[in-house]
């Protein structure tokens, strides 16, 4: 099993449109959780950080539930410029352990 | 100013070469990181170092040696050079556990290595 799983995709929607992605992991010693979104040919950057007690930005809204290892991110009203490659990230501070996810691919269509 | 910088961004070099590839960070962190990215789009995690000490080695090839002089650089040497290290490599920092920080890691541009 591997120890951060997404769906990976595609998820192809309209703008305007609600979409969720799901992520488990599987170190119940993981401290900090993190969505990270991914263009084509750039480097992840850290989309936001996940709260225990869920948190939101804007159009974004990120939740965690330690007792399930599961974390979730919500995009409202999509853009087009919301297509890319998310990646859900988990670290286990005591080692420095920062694994991830392999992405889901959105891809939001006119 | 470049937070995570790595050099070069394209490398194309033959079976059998060694090549190095250098990382700088400039955000005072702790820790950093050695990424692969395979062409199906997985970040595996290869190493960890936190203030030069090796952290994680992820059943990685001994071809791949990583080096830290200090904490701000983290360079990754590869040896005898095959197909299958081409990938993007990515290098990353991050705070340690700090109950200031959360340990978000922040990326450099990435390292295209196509081996021919």
């Known amino acids: 099993r591997k120890e951060v799983e997404q769906d990976p995709g595609p998820f192809n929607v309209p703008e305007g449109a609600t979409v969720a992605f799901n992520c488990t992991y599987s170190?119940?010693?993981?401290?900090?959780f993190f969505w990270y979104r991914q263009d084509c040919r750039k480097e992840p950057k850290l989309l936001m950080s996940v709260y225990s007690s869920g948190n939101e930005d804007g159009r974004f809204t990120a939740q965690l539930n330690r007792a399930s290892q599961y974390i979730s991110l919500l995009i409202r009203d999509s853009k087009l410029s919301d297509s890319a490659t998310y990646l859900c990230a988990v670290n286990n501070l005591n080692n420095n352990d920062m694994r991830f996810g392999a992405g889901t691919r959105l891809t939001v269509k006119p | 100013d470049t937070a995570v910088s790595q050099t070069p961004k394209y490398l194309v070099t033959q079976m059998g070469n060694d090549k190095s590839i250098k990382c700088e960070q400039n955000l005072g962190h702790d820790t950093m990181y050695w990424y692969k990215q395979d062409s199906k789009k997985f970040l595996k995690i290869m190493f960890s170092y936190n203030n030069k000490e090796l952290i994680i080695n992820e059943t990685v090839p001994n071809r791949f040696s990583p080096k830290s002089p200090d904490k701000a650089h983290l360079n990754l040497h590869i040896n005898s050079l095959e197909l299958g290290d081409s990938a993007v490599y990515f290098c990353?920092?991050?705070?340690?556990?700090?109950?200031?920080?959360?340990?978000?890691?922040?990326f450099g541009q990435g390292t295209r290595l196509t081996v021919v």
């Open positions: 170190n119940s010693a993981s401290q900090s």
């Open positions: 990353a920092s991050s705070h340690s556990a700090s109950a200031l920080r959360y340990g978000e890691a922040f």
